[in-house]
């Protein structure tokens, strides 16, 4: 099973995953999900927005904060988890009626064995 497979099972929760590590993305998206966003959208997400985000977010949190370990983000639609790894990042994205949070741990750890 490869990671993405694996992070889709950690929830039935999780409409989308992406990684972006070591300058390449790979993603896949949970089939008839009402209110998705489009595909070419999610990839300057994943491209431009998230890692722009973490760096700024990860700056701060190292002047005097302890660090910085994820984002989340709440849309109209669903809530997007952004979690920094040491060569990019993964971006999950939940249902609303999920709590992310508490799958933020067991994700960070797959991720971290890959």
């Not at 039935?12 to 390449?24: C, D, E, P």
Request: aromatic share 8%; with cysteine; net charge negative.
């Amino acid at each position: 099973m490869n990671l993405i497979d694996q992070i889709f099972a950690v929830s039935s929760a999780i409409r989308y995953v992406a990684l972006y590590r070591g300058g390449s993305l790979s993603s896949a998206v949970k089939e008839d999900l009402n209110a998705a966003s489009s595909s070419e959208s999610d990839k300057y997400e994943e491209l431009l927005v998230n890692p722009t985000l973490l760096k700024l977010a990860r700056q701060r949190g190292e002047i005097d904060c302890g660090g910085m370990r994820y984002i989340l983000i709440r849309y109209g639609n669903f809530y997007q988890l952004v979690i920094d790894l040491p060569d990019g990042h993964v971006s999950i994205c939940f249902a609303l009626e999920s709590n992310p949070l508490s799958s933020v741990d067991e994700i960070a750890q797959l991720c971290l064995l890959k």
